[in-house]
């Protein structure tokens, strides 16, 4: 693989990060408007999913990537458990809808950053992804815990209001589920040679997650308390949700799992920072604790994603001077 080539992947997971930092505010004002966290989800995960049941047939990749998605499925060379990864990113767009309304994007950001880069780690080491077995090293190891720590630091300001501490947990747990959803949908990806039927999958499966609960909500509560808001901005968090897991299935196989995930971490961070500073909503102003651990975030990234790199240049330099040294080739 050319380094030309994953450049280019991680950089497109980076401006998809970013992204994804705007829909956490689209959905998570979607969800103060509606006063209902499953119903922003639905509205989100099925506007998508409406604008993918238009595209996909439309194309020409499309109509072949589900007639081999079928053929795959009967042959078992795909398997019905890599097709739910739209379940984690349903729960994902409810945290969003639920919680960033009172934690702020950057706070929850940070949270889904910690739960993401702890399970990549074990997604990599497992081989779930189209990229196969990556090793846990070091420095992927201590990316992880300062990912942890920079969460402990951003909602250090929140440790007297047990209520947004708690809700902290959730985005926590929804990037858990991030990095198992994005190595299956990349498998999709693979088998199916088509980024448009892998982002249908996981929409399909979302939506219908996201719409038997709020059926069950309904049963319970009834109708949200407020009514379905008239901007339409409101409305683009289904269209930016394609374009991120779009990205995400296309370039996982280039980078791995872990590196992917960095990726998109590097323009969470940075996309929602700027949104809670720049623009912050009635409930969330970004303290010097949240940026700060906005900031050590960055850190995890960079030490996870450039350890490697250091470690192998460092023993190449080695190799190279033993190597001369045995030629009698010294420099010159």
């Known amino acids: 693989m050319s380094a030309g080539r994953r450049a280019g992947a991680i950089g497109l997971a980076t401006v998809a990060g970013v992204a994804v930092a705007i829909q956490s505010r689209i959905n998570g004002e979607m969800g103060v408007r509606l006063g209902d966290g499953i119903a922003a989800a639905a509205v ?23 007639a081999t998605l079928r053929d795959a499925l009967t042959r078992g060379t795909l398997r019905p458990w890599q097709c739910l990864g739209g379940g984690c990113g349903a729960f994902l767009v409810f945290t969003q809808g639920t919680t960033v309304g009172t934690l702020g994007v950057a706070v929850f950001t940070v949270a889904v950053v910690a ?15 189209p990229s196969g077995r990556q090793p846990v090293t070091a420095a992927r190891l201590a990316g992880a815990v300062l990912t942890v720590a920079a969460v402990l630091l951003a909602v250090g300001d929140r440790f007297g209001q047990p209520a947004a501490l708690g809700l ?46 709020f059926a069950v909500s309904l049963a319970l509560r009834g109708l949200p308390p407020g009514g379905l808001p008239t901007e339409p901005w409101l409305y683009l968090g289904g269209p930016i949700g394609i374009t991120f897991i779009a990205v995400a299935a ?17 323009g969470q961070v940075t996309g929602a920072v700027l949104l809670d500073v720049l623009l912050p909503s009635t409930t969330s102003h970004p303290g010097a604790t949240t940026v700060l651990g906005a900031v050590l975030t960055l850190v995890a990234v960079a030490v996870a994603a450039l350890g490697g790199r250091f470690r192998a240049w460092s023993s190449g330099t080695r190799s190279g001077t033993a190597r001369r040294g045995r030629t009698g080739g010294g420099g010159r």
Do not use: C, K
Request: no cysteine; proline share 2%; aromatic share 4%.
């Open 44 to 66: 989100s995960f099925g506007s998508g999913l409406l604008l993918l049941l238009v595209l996909v047939p439309a194309t020409g990749t499309g109509r072949r990537g589900l």
């Open 250 to 266: 296309a370039v996982v196989r280039l980078t791995g799992v872990l590196l992917l995930g960095l990726a998109t971490v590097a």
């Open 115 to 129: 739960g993401q880069s702890a399970s990549s780690l074990a997604v990599d080491r497992a081989g779930v992804g």
């Open 168 to 213: 902290a947990v959730l985005p926590l747990l929804a990037g858990i589920g991030v990095a198992w959803q994005q190595a299956v949908n990349g498998w999709v990806r693979v088998v199916t040679g088509s980024t448009l039927t892998a982002t249908l999958v996981n929409f399909a499966v979302g939506t219908t997650v996201l719409l038997a609960a």
